[in-house]
């Protein structure tokens, strides 16, 4: 197999893995032990200006996919960390357009996107942001969702 061909897979991979990480850190970490800096996401009355404590998440990501970067330019035998780095940047700006461009309108770049898949992410989102509280919610992922938000609310079982 190619260098380039590995290093592509790898990217992919990578980005595809962003999404269970996110699911995971997002139920376990943001609603578990560090929902302090995620509690004003689900409760926008105690957001004061732009920012949210929530967005020192992005921090949380960002400082492996650096590592990622620096490692794998430096270091010859963990080039491979370098295309790691590249995959999660990649779903970090997937996540930014969806999540806070497209879902949370927190910048006015697109405001409607017409399918039913981003249909059934949003509904996703807003089931996931109908609970206030740090237990009780679904959905903790972005981009896979479970069929039933595919369906009308009402058909939701």
Same mark, same amino acid.
């Not at 992919?12 to 139920?27: D, G, N, P, Q, W």
């Given at each position: 197999?190619?260098? /380039? ?50 967005? &020192?998440? #992005? ?7 650096? /590592?990622?970067? #620096? ?17 999660? %940047? ?16 927190? #910048?006015?770049?697109?405001?409607? &996107? ?15 942001? %109908? ?7 679904? %959905? #903790? ?6 069929? *039933?938000?595919? *369906? *009308? ?5």
């Amino acid at each position: 197999m190619s260098t /380039a061909l590995i290093y592509t897979l790898t990217v992919i991979v990578t980005a595809i893995t962003m999404e269970f990480v996110a699911f995971l850190s997002h139920k376990y970490l943001m609603h578990g032990w560090l929902w302090t800096w995620h509690e004003d996401h689900h409760n926008p009355r105690m957001v004061e200006g732009f920012f949210e404590k929530n967005d &020192l998440f #992005f921090l949380v990501f960002a400082i492996p996919s650096m /590592a990622c970067y #620096f490692l794998g330019s430096f270091v010859p035998d963990l080039r491979i960390l370098f295309f790691i780095g590249i995959g999660i %940047s990649i779903y970090g700006l997937v996540y930014f357009l969806i999540h806070d461009v497209y879902i949370h309108q927190r #910048f006015k770049w697109f405001r409607q &996107l017409d399918s039913k898949y981003s249909r059934a992410i949003l509904r996703a989102h807003g089931d996931h942001h %109908s609970v206030v509280k740090k237990h009780g919610t679904t %959905s #903790f992922g972005l981009l896979a969702v479970n069929n *039933k938000y595919f *369906k *009308k609310r009402s058909e939701w079982k």
